[in-house]
Structures are given as C-alpha cells and as structure tokens.
C-alpha cells in the first residue's frame, strides 16, 4: 500500500512557474513508477508526466516541465515553468507497481492516487 500527498498548488500568473511535490508511504517507492496527471474543469484526466526507467511527457508540456524524483525522500516533483492559462486543473500524483515505458501515460496502470492539488493560471 502506498499513500501519496501532492502539494505545492496555487494561483500563479501565465508566464510563472510552479513545482509540485508528492510525497510518497512506504519502503518500496523507488520501485514504483510515478506519474503526474491532471484534469482540467469540465475535461477528462489527462497524462501529464511520469518517470519509472525513463521519464515521459504528454506534448503540450514538454520543455517547459520536469519530473523528477528523490527516492531517498519517497518524493517526485514537477517543475512547471512558463506555465499558461491551459494548464489550470487540479494535479494528481500516482504510482504504477508494474508498468513499460509504452504504458506510464495511460492511467489504468496505476495502483495508488493521491487526493490532487489545484494549480491556477491566470491570464
């Protein structure tokens, strides 16, 4: 069982940036894989990041943010720069026991989620 926190949100001008931090239970995160997802008011969920053997990106965030994570700290962070108004929806950290690469962006893979935290972009 692995319990996930996310924090970090808040209301931000376009062009600012933010970093997303999840904080993560257990003594077997570093084998999971960890993804950043997010959904946007009156959208679906949609893939955002996710890290396991390599790190992986949905296209309209990539060069401007990073997933990273500190297995020493049970943490994964997004680091979100030059952010727009498009990003605004609430985030949501989860973890993946098994997954491949070709699999980190689809959200059925993963076993646990976080309860999410709520990025705003204004213009």
């Known amino acids: 069982q692995v319990r996930l926190v996310e924090s970090g949100g808040a209301l931000v001008q376009a062009g600012g940036s933010l970093r997303l931090s999840c904080t993560g239970s257990?003594?077997?995160?570093?084998?999971?894989?960890m993804g950043w997802f997010r959904r946007a008011p009156g959208k679906e969920r949609e893939f955002v990041a996710a890290i396991g053997w390599s790190t992986v990106y949905t296209d309209s965030v990539k060069d401007r943010f990073t997933i990273s994570r500190d297995n020493a700290k049970n943490t994964v962070d997004l680091q979100m720069n030059s952010l727009k108004p498009e990003d605004t929806a609430v985030y949501y950290c989860?973890?993946?026991?098994?997954?491949?690469?070709?699999?980190?962006?689809?959200?059925?893979?993963?076993?646990?989620w976080g309860r999410g935290t709520q990025v705003t972009v204004s213009s």
């Open positions: 257990g003594r077997t995160f570093s084998s999971y894989a």
């Open positions: 989860a973890a993946a026991r098994q997954y491949a690469t070709r699999t980190l962006s689809t959200s059925a893979n993963y076993d646990y």
